[in-house]
């Protein structure tokens, strides 16, 4: 079966452009993370969602930065107004269940604000 | 909320020795350590996971020892080979709504 899947894997956008970044995660899983990776630093949580429940935004870093999941499948992050330090890799995850289970990790989005 | 703290941040060590790598968490309500693997320009993967209902697990080389009372696991890699290195995250969690904490990650180096 197929993994989670991110598109696209790389987008260079203009400082100031509005930029969508898609994951489709594994089909049945019902939690659903994004987290942000800069070169060398750790795994930075962003938004998670779990089934029907209201998504946990307490990572997202500003109000630019916004994230949607339709119909418990396909999650889009949103970040309006591209500023250069939004440079990273986004990293989609999902699991079976909730946060105890396994998390599989999509191949990553490389924004470049330039 | 939890805190989860990784220690070395780097571990360099020759082919064929042992690596160890721990982590504390702050949440006595956490029940699930995963530990993943990241390799160069690679997606995190899961290496072993375990539970607060045990205190070991082992998988070929690797093992992860979990003590709660004094609220730290570590990863142990034996005989190790280049091909180990990579950077690797701990993470706790205590399920449903509750996110899971990464700690932030150890890049280990295997000499040959």
């Known amino acids: 079966g197929a993994g989670v899947s991110q598109s696209p894997s790389n987008k260079v956008t203009e400082k100031g452009k509005d930029v969508e970044l898609r994951c489709d995660p594994i089909s049945g899983h019902t939690a659903l993370y994004w987290y942000r990776q800069s070169l060398g630093q750790g795994l930075e949580f962003l938004i998670y969602?779990?089934?029907?429940?209201?998504?946990?935004k307490s990572g997202l870093p500003s109000d630019r930065f916004s994230a949607e999941r339709t119909g418990g499948s396909v999650s889009t992050l949103t970040i309006q107004r591209t500023q250069q330090e939004d440079s990273a890799v986004y990293l989609c995850?999902?699991?079976?269940?909730?946060?105890?289970?396994?998390?599989?990790f999509g191949q990553g989005t490389r924004l470049t604000v330039v | 909320g939890e805190n989860v703290e990784q220690h070395p941040s780097t571990l360099s060590v020759q082919e064929g020795d042992s690596a160890v790598i721990k982590c504390t968490y702050s949440d006595s309500a956490s029940n699930y350590f995963p530990w993943y693997k990241q390799e160069l320009g690679k997606r995190p993967q899961l290496i072993i996971d375990?539970?607060?209902?045990?205190g070991e697990k082992k998988d070929q080389r690797i093992a992860v020892t979990l003590n709660k009372t004094a609220k730290h696991f570590s990863l142990h890699i034996t005989e190790t080979q280049p091909e180990d290195s990579a950077v690797y995250f701990c993470?706790?969690?205590?399920?449903?709504?509750?996110?899971?904490?990464f700690g932030r990650g150890t890049s280990l180096i295997v000499h040959p």
């Open positions: 993470a706790a969690s205590r399920g449903g709504s509750y996110i899971p904490t």
């Open positions: 995850a999902s699991s079976s269940a909730g946060s105890d289970t396994e998390a599989f």
């Open positions: 375990i539970r607060s209902n045990v």
């Open positions: 969602f779990q089934g029907n429940s209201a998504p946990d």
